[in-house]
């Protein structure tokens, strides 16, 4: 019960949003066209060590991690920020400009909420992905 009364809750405020990827034009236009009514972006970061502070220190409710990083993981980001955020466990949002089954398993396989293609990005996307819960809540339903 208590899950469901945060939910309805994340329906009603902004969610605060980190975005991270290498290439910053795309940040740019990514933190421009989410902002608003249902996203507050409150930081951008271009690698896992600069995404891992903003997140300790701006403490967004939702994570978009683009899966390539120049020579980072972005799968293996959203791995370290499950662990080291907790709370972050149904807000790690898995993002790229290649789809889904270019990755095999290794979506399904992460801890992140799952995948939203750039170009099907938008802050309705993120929320319904986000409201949808973490990974073990979809297998359970």
Known sequence: MRRRDDRAILRRV???????????PFL??????LAGDD???VGTATTSVAALRQVR???????????????????????????????????????STRAEQDFGGLIKASPAAGFIPKTQLSARAVRELVASGSP????ET
Not at 28 to 33: F, G, K, L, V, W
Not at 60 to 89: C, H, K, T, W, Y
């Open 28 to 33: 740019e236009i990514a933190a421009a066209s």
């Open 57 to 95: 220190d701006l403490q967004p409710d939702v994570v978009l991690v683009d899966i390539n990083l120049r020579e980072e993981s972005g799968i293996e980001l959203a791995r370290m920020l499950v662990e080291r955020f907790p709370q972050l466990a149904s807000g790690v949002v898995l993002i």
């Open 14 to 24: 902004p969610l605060r949003c980190l975005i991270v990827d290498d290439n910053e």
């Open 39 to 41: 996203l507050d972006v």
């Open 136 to 139: 073990s809540d979809r297998e």
